[in-house]
């Protein structure tokens, strides 16, 4: 049974496969994906995103490989710009996993790659985004997760 989470109702496609696993229908993926805990976070989250706060299905992507010294790592969501720049970079933990500052450090590490300008962290429960100035080599958390009209605005 999974928790329901501080984020609006989803209604997501779910099903069993003959091993009684229990799969939910990535719509960003195009495919059926095992429904842990933390795929709970991100489909849930995902459908906040896109219903609730303006975001398009075709601006983000899930499960993006980097190479991070030397090292293969994967990221989450990616929400991307108009010129498919990295806009947005979200880590998703299980509900059960606090958000602690080693997952900031995280995904700190992946946008060492990848220079979003925005950083998000949830576990479904608790829900942390910062903007990043690099002009100012500065960030400031923000109090809610933006809109995707209000981080497009900023270009």
Known sequence: MLPTLNLPPASLDIKSDKSGRQLVFDTLRGKWIVLTPEEWVRQNF???LISEKGYSRHSMANEISLTLNNTARRCDTLVFDRQRQPLMVIEYKAPHIPVTQQVFDQIVRYNMVLHAR????????????CEIDYTKNTYRYLTDIPLYTEIMSGL
């Not at 949830?122 to 942390?128: L, V």
């Open 118 to 129: 925005f950083l998000t962290v949830s576990n479904g429960m608790a829900h942390y985004c």
């Open 46 to 48: 995902i459908h906040a």
